[in-house]
């Protein structure tokens, strides 16, 4: 099987309004988003959710969703596990 783009993240599952993991970051900082590195948390995130995804489940730097093989599992469901593994506040807590 060919790589398939599955769309964005944010037209797979919920991400609280947010468009995009950067948004997402933006959103659950908000005022104090000026004094964080938002790039290096929206990385931090990334890394954390596809650190929960199968091999051939990856969130790419773009938001794209990539199936690198077919899986049995239902990927929005993997996706939204690893979302919900991925603490955002316990990543923002180590970025401070």
């Known amino acids: 099987m060919a790589e398939r783009d599955l769309g964005t993240l944010s037209d797979l599952v919920d991400l609280d309004g947010a468009t995009t993991l950067r948004e997402a970051v933006v959103e659950r900082l908000g ?21 929960r995804l199968p091999d051939d489940l990856v969130v790419d730097e773009d938001d794209r969703v990539i199936l690198e ?28």
């Open 31 to 51: 005022p104090a988003a000026a004094r964080h590195d938002i790039h290096a948390i929206t990385r931090a995130y990334r890394d954390a959710i596809n650190d």
């Open 69 to 96: 093989t077919w899986i049995e599992d239902n990927p929005r469901e993997l996706l939204d596990d690893a979302l919900f593994a991925a603490d955002l506040d316990a990543i923002i807590r180590g970025s401070s």
